[in-house]
């Protein structure tokens, strides 16, 4: 007689199919993943939620890719697709995508030459020939594998995408270039102010200023103002204050170091002794800039001189400060002239030079994400420009110049310096030939030596030798094997900082001529600036000085081990940098007389005493607010070698090393870090720790006896414990 099933374990069986399938059904719509990866590799970064949540205009996606690619390329479209259902995800109503089927297979007609096909080729996406191994046979194949984004009437593309290595970084800067000026403008809430101080008592002594049209300034400005705004959606807003009919702008005036001048009485010309302030001040947020109207330049023989900003010059300024203020289109300085390194590309190469800049990889990989904008410090600083790089001057810079530099950090600026302590210089005459004997390293004097020291840190004149080194390989005829180059240190992942996000995810990197740094920890703690060191050579490194030879035949380590240590090679510094001329006059500009001949140089045709007299001023003006005695906020990066910029070290596509760290580094400096982290969490480069001998023995003994060891061990547990089991069960039915 058979047993009769219970009905109960049906009602459970039918109570668990309900529960998984609704478990399925909210699975479909609370997906949810977790990202176990060391630097969120497979999760959006802060910046890329940020960029799709703030559309203000739809934003299209269209994806071309080939159905049944082989490996690798078929994880490629998966992990395409799982992080456009992250933007997706994060973004607002304007962002939406779709993938096209562009196979050539008989199955898919759409696909054909008249259809998907014929969409991509319209779009500008072409097939790629990759290599495909069927039945032991190594074969090719086309394949799309590309995409477009569409924003309006504007059109990006990514043509092909073969690896997953910095895509969303891509999509995420492709996204930003078409999110442009007209959504940011549509999307501010507050308008941008630009507000002119004008105090009304200048006009009494302008014309002793030669600031004949110093009336007309209010007029000329709203005229400015007007123009921008029937172009930027009337987003400005100008209001005019004159401090003499205003009060309580003592506060504003202080805040935005504005201009005050003051000035003796002249009762012979009936003018009273006053003062009176001048600015254009642009702000937005917690944002502002300054803007001077009236310049004080102090030239040798003539004295100072006044003179009055010119509008055309004024409107190129607030445009390009309305862009950065928004942060949009960043423009970017780049140091020229004084010997620099020619990255902003305007000046030819020169033929007397052993080794020419080639730096095409670093402006090709800035461009793409800034306006490069040429700075020549005998003109005016341009405004708008957050970061300034400085590159290798080889020139001496005059204090004129170095005021300059100063006072663009003290309005809260930040400058990155990548300087050489040496210049090479070839023997005369050997124009670059072999034999012609070694290379002369004479050291680098430009002026920033003035300014490092007060601000804490300075360049020892020496470069940084390193066991731990860049391998050259020898070539067969020359016997093979290979040779350290000790002047190009290995930087390894434990002298890596890490205290700044952006550097996290860099794990190694490669310098090249390198000059250690050196801290003034007084100094330093004197001015309240916080140094981060944010990369060192190894502890068994040393330094050349005196005679200098890089020939890597006549370099061996020293053989005393004392003389090894970790040498800093790049620091930061940040906060509020005093200026290195506080309390001293304002450096009077060079002065270049093109007319000037060699016989007025000899002493026997000097020129006239009337015109090497100081011209008088007869209202002894003072000008306060000239100099920014204790700036905002800053940053500077003092690097100890310009080599990091050449194309032998930095690669175009961007995305060795020493590419990230640099760009991380001018994304910071143009307070744009979330960029940066997202950049240096893509990095692949993970070189294993380095370890003992000791340390790899007992792992290879792990590997090959531990494994197994653990798994029999494993067993006989299983089987004492099920031995143990029998045991119970048996003495249960024995009593």
């Known amino acids: 007689m058979g047993t009769k099933q219970p009905a109960g374990k049906y009602v459970k069986f039918i109570v668990y199919l309900v529960v998984i399938v609704m478990i399925n059904v909210a699975a479909t719509t609370l997906f949810f993943r977790i990202d176990l990866t060391e630097n969120q590799a497979y999760s959006l970064s802060d910046a890329s939620q940020q960029v799709v949540a703030g559309l203000s205009e739809p934003l299209t996606i269209k994806v071309f890719f080939s159905k049944n690619l082989p490996a690798p390329h078929n994880s490629t479209e998966r992990y395409l697709r799982d992080l456009l259902e992250e933007y997706a995800a994060h973004a607002n109503r304007h962002f939406n995508y779709r993938f096209y089927d562009v196979s050539t297979d008989a199955g898919n007609p759409a696909a054909g030459e008249n259809g998907n096909q014929k969409l991509a080729d ?40 073969t690896n997953i290595d910095g895509l969303e970084y891509r999509l995420t800067t492709a996204i930003q270039k078409l999110n442009n000026k007209i959504s940011a403008l549509l999307r501010l809430e507050d308008k941008i102010k630009i507000r002119l101080y004008l105090s009304s008592s200048l006009e009494t002594v302008a014309p002793f200023m030669n600031l004949n049209r110093l009336s007309e300034i209010p007029g000329e400005v709203q005229a400015v103002v007007d123009r921008l705004n029937r172009k930027n959606y009337g987003k400005l807003a100008f209001e005019y204050l004159d401090p003499e009919k205003t009060p309580g702008l003592a506060p504003d005036i202080k805040r935005y170091n504005l201009l005050h001048l003051s000035w003796q009485a002249i009762p012979e010309k009936n003018i009273k002794a006053g003062s009176g302030v001048s600015g254009l001040v642009m702000m937005h947020g917690d944002k502002n800039i300054t803007i001077p109207l009236i310049q004080a330049i102090r030239l040798p023989i003539i004295g100072t001189q006044y003179s009055q900003a010119e509008m055309g010059q004024i409107e190129e300024i607030l445009e390009a400060n309305l862009t950065s203020m928004i942060n949009i289109h960043q423009e970017i300085g780049i140091l020229s002239g004084n010997g620099a390194l020619n990255i902003a590309g305007t000046a030819p190469p020169d033929p007397t030079r052993r080794q020419q800049d080639n730096v095409t990889s670093i402006r090709h990989l800035i461009g793409e994400s800034y306006s490069i ?96 080194c860049f391998k050259q390989r020898v070539p067969e005829q020359m016997g093979g094997g290979q040779r350290d180059i000790y002047f190009a240190p290995m930087i390894e992942n434990r002298f890596i900082s890490k205290e700044l996000p952006f550097m996290k995810g860099i794990k190694g990197l490669i310098a090249l001529k390198n000059s250690p740094l050196e801290l003034d920890k007084a100094q330093l703690a004197k001015s309240g600036i916080k140094a981060i060191k944010l990369f060192a050579s190894s502890e068994r490194s040393w330094e050349m000085a005196g005679n200098i030879n890089l020939n890597p035949m006549f370099i061996s380590p020293p053989t005393s081990k004392e003389e090894m240590k970790s040498q800093p090679l790049a620091y930061l510094l940040s906060g509020e940098f005093t200026s290195y001329f506080a309390g001293k006059p304002i450096p009077e500009k060079p002065v270049e007389n093109k007319d000037k001949t060699p016989e007025a140089d000899d002493g026997k045709n000097p020129e006239p005493t009337a015109e090497k007299t100081v011209r008088e001023d007869p209202l002894k003006i003072q000008d306060k607010g000239s100099v920014i005695s204790k700036g905002k906020p800053g940053k500077v990066l003092l690097v100890g070698s310009s080599e990091l910029l050449r194309d032998t070290i930095i690669s175009q596509e961007g995305r060795s090393p020493n590419a990230i760290f640099i760009m991380n580094a001018v994304d910071y400096l143009n307070e744009r870090e979330n960029i940066a982290v997202m950049r240096s969490k893509e990095q692949r480069f993970n070189p294993l720790a380095e370890t003992g001998s000791t340390l790899k023995t007992a792992v290879k003994a792990i590997n090959i006896a531990g494994l197994p060891l653990m798994v029999v061990l494993f067993g006989l547990i299983v089987w004492g414990r099920r031995h143990a089991r029998k045991k119970t069960i048996q003495m249960m039915f024995m009593k």
């Open 122 to 161: 319209n779009y500008g996406i072409r097939p790629i020939q990759i290599q495909v191994i069927d039945k032991d046979e190594v074969k090719f194949q086309k394949a799309y594998m590309g995409l477009v984004l569409i924003h309006g009437d504007i059109i990006e593309k990514i043509g092909t995408i």
């Open 373 to 468: 904008r040429s700075v020549d410090l005998k003109e005016e600083m341009p405004g708008g420009v957050k970061c300034l790089i400085v590159a290798r001057p080889t020139r001496p810079l005059s204090d004129y110049e170095l005021f300059k530099i100063d006072q663009h950090l003290m309005q809260g600026n930040n400058i990155a310096f990548f300087m050489d302590a040496f210049e090479e210089v070839l023997p005369s005459g050997s124009q670059g030939m072999m034999g012609a004997g070694p290379p002369r390293y004479v050291p680098i004097k430009t002026g920033f030596e003035k300014l490092f020291a007060h601000w804490g840190i300075r360049i020892k004149p020496s470069y940084v030798m390193d066991e731990k």
